[in-house]
């Protein structure tokens, strides 16, 4: 045997024996984004100010190297289990109790980290502790960054007539049926029969309206088995592209077993998917919507994080997911709705007010913030996938929270009506309702961007294409710097071929895409699919200066 081959060898086992270390990284500093990229840390949770990462003990080297500012959370952590526990500051939690049976380690305002020596920690977080686990495996390659809202927001409020309609037929006495019903069942706590039979009453109701209906079974904490109700609306235009409404129906109290009535945490959200299924079941959309009731989100996220990460393996194309929880208690009136993304949902937040203001008239407060992990929603992000969490209050200021007091009457109906009103209003908007009558929504839209480079200045061109559409007598540009929000025509009369070039555009920013078809009379139909061009990193524009005679010679043909 070769002397290189046993240095290998023992290389190779040294590396495999190497201790892996819990580290929490600073996001303050500005390169630690692209370091953790470039040598594929493994993080395992984002939060507004920090990242928590499993890192090789030889790695933190490359931190030390770079500056970037870090701690040591736990050493050597092969095998152990950490959960993020929520400790708002209206109502802290025990802390000592925590302390007495394991470690306690406080990551930021709110947010604790809390893990064992040995054996399973979920087992002494008590039960109507909001907890999250860290995710199993890296989050890196998910982890988008946040679009820049447009420092110019031209927005012409269009009034849907159709979407106005949907959001009026939402009604107060379902929404109180639907609450009641789930309430009844005394305790929907995963792991309980109740539980089961309450998962039984949403696929039925489901059902009765005609949809197509599934269960997406699941195992989690390797013991314990539960079910993900799901319903859809398959879209016309874009089958393929996904919205999702959802909530979670499971309940906790601190007699989960016994009593979990669980009216506003969270049969309100599960209500509230139910009444917008009910309202849209009849009408016919552009994208598909899909309306999902996960289980076992008071155990830390399990049902969500199931079909997000069945979502991902198959690569499908969800656009946004509008998560409800806790949507119907009212400390005082008027109530606003709080809209809570992380930075790269924040359109999805932006799209909310815009629907409020056009179609509710509800106030909308929007918190920006990776930290606020404790709800379904989450489960998305870590996917990389855009999602919202609407609540009532954050902290939660409602006095019955995980408790056997939290019953329907408590909820505020007026307020709760209009919250499931701003739900199915940003979800119908993104949707598309189908105008009886007006052209078929364009399909196939791409975008092509082109670097067009002198000694003194860079720019972009965008050629856009797409399939010809037989109702068209010409189509609209519609470009943003946000996704989805904030839409202005850029073509001053209708394109008349199936191809136009966006000329002169700043390279380091991103620019999103969709068009319409303009028919007889001049009606206009619904947005395409949205096309995006991502910005141009520094390096990749220095490349391009290289060749600017061949991109300027390109230019030109």
């Known amino acids: 045997m070769s002397a290189t081959f046993i240095f290998a060898g023992l290389l190779f086992l040294f590396f495999l024996s190497q201790p892996i270390d819990l580290v929490k990284i600073s996001k303050k500093d500005f390169i630690a984004w692209e370091i953790l990229q470039a040598n594929r840390i493994n993080v395992v949770q984002e939060l507004q100010s920090c990242f928590i990462a499993r890192m090789e003990r030889d790695l933190l080297a490359i931190l030390d190297k770079n500056h970037i500012s870090y701690s040591l959370l736990d050493r050597d952590i092969k095998g152990r289990e950490y959960f993020l526990v929520y400790s708002p500051p ?51 390659p998910y982890i988008q960054a946040p679009s820049e809202i447009p420092p110019e927001r031209i927005y012409e409020r269009k009034e849907n007539d159709l979407v106005k309609q949907i959001v009026s037929e939402v009604s107060a006495d379902r929404l109180r049926y639907l609450v009641q019903s789930l309430q009844d069942f005394v305790t929907r706590y995963t792991s309980t029969p109740n539980c089961e039979a309450s998962g039984d009453f949403i696929f039925n109701y489901f059902k009765s309206l005609g949809l197509e209906t599934s269960f997406q079974s699941f195992v989690f904490r390797d013991t314990y088995t539960s079910r993900n109700v799901i319903a859809e609306i398959r879209g016309r235009a874009y089958p393929e592209d996904v919205l999702i409404i959802c909530a ?13 009535p669980g009216a506003d945490d ?78 790269a949902s924040e359109w999805l937040a932006e799209k909310t007010r815009l629907s409020s203001e056009t179609y509710v008239f509800l106030g909308i407060r929007k918190t920006v913030s990776s930290s606020f992990v404790y709800s379904d929603h989450s489960s998305f992000w870590e996917k990389g996938y855009h999602a919202l969490c609407g609540i ?24 709760y009506t209009a919250s499931t009103k701003v739900g199915l209003a940003i979800l119908a908007e993104l949707a598309q309702p189908i105008k009886v009558g007006y052209p078929r929504t364009p399909t196939g839209l791409t975008a092509k961007s082109t670097l067009l480079s002198s000694l003194f200045n860079t720019v972009k061109n965008v050629t856009l294409s797409w399939v010809p559409n037989p109702d068209a007598v010409g189509y609209d540009i519609y470009r943003t710097g946000m996704p989805h929000v904030y839409y202005k025509k850029i073509n001053s009369a209708p394109i008349m071929g199936v191809s136009f070039v966006d000329r002169n555009l700043k390279p380091e920013l991103s620019y999103f895409y969709a068009i319409t078809t303009v028919g007889g009379g001049g009606l206009e139909s619904n947005l395409s699919r949205e096309a995006v061009v991502l910005p141009n990193t520094p390096s990749s524009m220095a490349e391009e200066k290289g060749n600017s005679f061949l991109l300027l010679k390109v230019g030109k043909q």
């Open 90 to 140: 209206l109502e802290p939690l025990d802390l000592e109790w925590l302390r007495q049976v394991g470690h306690v380690e406080a990551l930021e305002k709110e947010t604790l980290l809390f893990w064992t020596e040995e054996g399973d920690p979920s087992l002494l977080v008590p039960p109507e502790f909001k907890r999250k686990p860290l995710s199993s495996e890296s989050i890196l």
């Open 266 to 343: 969270n049969a309100s959200g599960t209500a509230a998917v139910l009444e917008a299924a009910n309202v849209l079941v009849n009408c016919p959309l552009d994208f598909t919507v899909r309306f999902i009731a996960f289980s076992a989100e008071e155990w830390g996220l399990y049902g969500s994080k199931a079909y997000a990460s069945l979502a991902k393996s198959k690569n499908e194309r969800i656009i946004g997911v509008i998560n409800m929880d806790m949507i119907a208690y009212a400390d005082s009136m008027p109530e606003d709705l709080e809209i809570i993304v992380n930075p």
């Open 392 to 415: 009532e209050d954050n902290p939660v200021r409602n006095p019955y929270y995980h408790k056997i007091s939290d019953t329907v009457d408590t909820l505020n109906f007026e307020f």
């Open 248 to 260: 979670h129906y499971d309940s906790v109290s601190n007699t989960p077993a016994i009593l979990a």
